[in-house]
Nanobody, 124 residues
Framework: QAQLVESGGGSVQAGGSLRLSCLGSRGTFGGYTMGWFRQAPGKEREFVASILWSGSTTYYADSVKGRFTISRDNAKNTVYLQMNSLKLEDTAVYYC?????????????????WGQGTQVTVSS
């Protein structure tokens, strides 16, 4: 059964860092583009970053470019999101997702599998 499990969320002060991890089962990782999305209270889920199955290409939302880094370790079936210089507006539930297609597609309907989410709270 396809499964994605996020971890690494928590509370951090503005300017701090967190690293999220997403462990996928073999059926939801190998050969798939992996993405990170986030959803703040009262807002729609939005794209954060994506990475090609090979790890050779990445793509970021403008709001996180230069602060967040997506990476993957295919041997461990894991994708990471390193978040630096965190801002109050980064507070959200973060989800990882998998799709069999381009990493440049940023809408949620293009992703086939989703994790349950992990909360990130940034405080002043």
């Amino acid at each position: 059964q396809a499964q994605l499990v996020e971890s690494g969320g928590g509370s951090v002060q503005a300017g701090g860092s967190l690293r999220l991890s997403c462990l996928g089962s073999r059926g939801t990782f190998g050969g798939y583009t992996m993405g990170w999305f986030r959803q703040a209270p009262g807002k729609e889920r939005e794209f954060v970053a994506s990475i090609l199955w090979s790890g050779s290409t990445t793509y970021y939302a403008d709001s996180v470019k230069g602060r967040f880094t997506i990476s993957r370790d295919n041997a461990k079936n894991t994708v990471y999101l390193q978040m630096n210089s965190l801002k109050l507006e980064d507070t959200a539930v973060y989800y990882c997702a998998a799709r069999a297609g381009s990493l440049y597609y940023t809408k949620t309907d293009g992703y086939d599998y989703w994790g349950q989410g992990t909360q990130v709270t940034v405080s002043s």
